[in-house]
C-alpha cells in the first residue's frame, strides 16, 4: 500500500521558521502533482501549496513570499518551507499526493495523517 508521512512540525514563535516532510512510500509507478493543505480549529481545510511534476508551482496568497514548495524525486518527498511563521499560521498540516501505484493504470489520491505546526509567542 501506498503511504504518505509527514514530519517537521512543532512549535515556533511569530517569524521563526520551520521545514516540513513529506515522504510517500510502497509500490509506486509515478508521482503527478503534491501539495500541502492546512486545517486550523473550526476553520475548514484549505489549500497552502502544490507543485507539479514539471516544477510548476502555486501558493495561497496568504503564504505568497513566504512559503516554499519543493520536491526530491529521488526519495519521493516533497517539503515545505515556511518562513517569517505568523499566528494566524497554526494548523494542522497534511500533504496530499496524486500517485500511481505499480498495480493500477490511474492516480490515487492520498493523504498524510498531519503534523501540528504552532506559532505562538
Known amino acids: 500500500q501506498v503511504q504518505l508521512v509527514e514530519s517537521g512540525g512543532g512549535l515556533v514563535q511569530p517569524g521563526g521558521s520551520l521545514r516540513l516532510s513529506c515522504a510517500a512510500s510502497g509500490s509506486i509507478f509515478s508521482i503527478n502533482i503534491m501539495g500541502w493543505y492546512r486545517q486550523a480549529p473550526g476553520k475548514q481545510r484549505e489549500l497552502v501549496a502544490t507543485?507539479?511534476?514539471?516544477?510548476?508551482?502555486n501558493y495561497a496568497d496568504s503564504v505568497q513570499g513566504r512559503f516554499s514548495i519543493s520536491r526530491d524525486n529521488d526519495k519521493n518527498t516533497v517539503y515545505l518551507q515556511m518562513n517569517t511563521l505568523k499566528p494566524e499560521d497554526t494548523a494542522v498540516y497534511y500533504c496530499?499526493?496524486?500517485?500511481?501505484?505499480?498495480?493500477?493504470?490511474?492516480?490515487?489520491?492520498?493523504w498524510g495523517q498531519g503534523t501540528q505546526v504552532t506559532v505562538t509567542s
Open positions: 496530499n499526493a496524486a500517485i500511481r501505484p505499480n498495480d493500477l493504470v490511474y492516480n490515487v489520491n492520498y
Open positions: 507543485i507539479f511534476s514539471s516544477g510548476r508551482t
